[in-house]
């Protein structure tokens, strides 16, 4: 089955600079890959997502790159702010075949940046 | 007003009882997923269900059970088999691969205490 691992476990930022979090995936089928932010006490939410057929996409101050090759896929938020503080999570889903969707998730990067 | 709705928020159960999550979603969505969510482990596949009356076992099915009767709701069991069953619980629901827009959202979690 598919495995996605995370890294950094942990990041510390300075307010203002740029933070970059990734990931790998093992399965080939997997074309999709969202990455959620999970504030203290609340539910993950989707901040951006890629296909594999797009190596970058870009949202303000949030990008996310992959490559299918190499089986990676990275988060940048740029221009840090405090409110950008939490646990990052990546994921991937196979979406070849209708009966074969399981979305994935890394271990998650606590991110804190620093005032 | 459309969401995905996980009760209670907290659980209380004592050691050898079974005891069941709810979750509903009223957005229309066929893919449902339960994760466990530890610290420093992400979040772990339980169970997911592609369409009503199928579901496939996840990462850590052991000692969980689901069901898929209706649409809307997704209920998982934690049986006394789950020898550790204390942990932070979510729900999520998405439409499947057959449409453009996949993300997938999140109730706000069940918190299980085994007293």
Redesign the interface.
């Known amino acids: 089955?598919e495995n996605v691992e995370?890294h950094p476990?942990t990041l510390s930022v300075q307010e203002g600079d740029s933070a970059v979090i990734k990931c790998t995936y093992s399965d080939s089928a997997s074309n999709?890959f969202?990455w959620?932010k999970q504030e203290l006490g609340?539910?993950?939410?989707?901040i951006i997502?890629i296909r594999s057929n797009v190596g970058e996409k870009k949202d303000q101050r949030i990008a996310v790159t992959l490559n299918k090759t190499a089986k990676h896929f990275s988060l940048h938020i740029t221009e840090t702010q405090p409110e950008d503080s939490a646990v990052y999570?990546c994921a991937a889903?196979r979406?070849i075949n209708?009966?074969n969707?399981?979305?994935?998730?890394?271990?998650?990067t606590r991110l804190t940046i620093i005032p | 007003d459309g969401g995905i709705t996980q009760s209670p928020k907290y659980l209380f159960r004592k050691e050898g009882q079974n005891v069941t999550l709810s979750c509903e979603q009223n957005l229309n969505h066929d893919?449902m997923?339960w994760?466990r969510q530890d610290p420093?482990?992400?979040?772990?596949?339980i169970y997911?269900s592609?369409?009503v009356n199928d579901f496939?076992k996840?990462?850590i099915a052991e000692g969980y059970s689901v069901s898929r009767e209706k649409k809307e709701s997704f209920p998982l069991t934690v049986t006394s088999a789950q020898k550790n069953p204390t942990a932070f619980y979510?729900c999520?629901s998405?439409p499947?691969?057959?449409f453009m827009n996949?993300?997938?959202f999140?109730?706000?979690?069940t918190r299980l205490t085994v007293v």
């Open positions: 089955g995370q476990s999709y969202p959620y609340k539910r993950p939410q989707l997502d999570f889903r979406g209708f009966g969707e399981k979305l994935t998730f890394g271990t998650g | 893919a997923y994760y420093g482990q992400g979040l772990r596949l997911y592609q369409i496939q996840g990462d979510l999520a998405s499947t691969y057959r996949t993300e997938a999140f109730g706000q979690g």
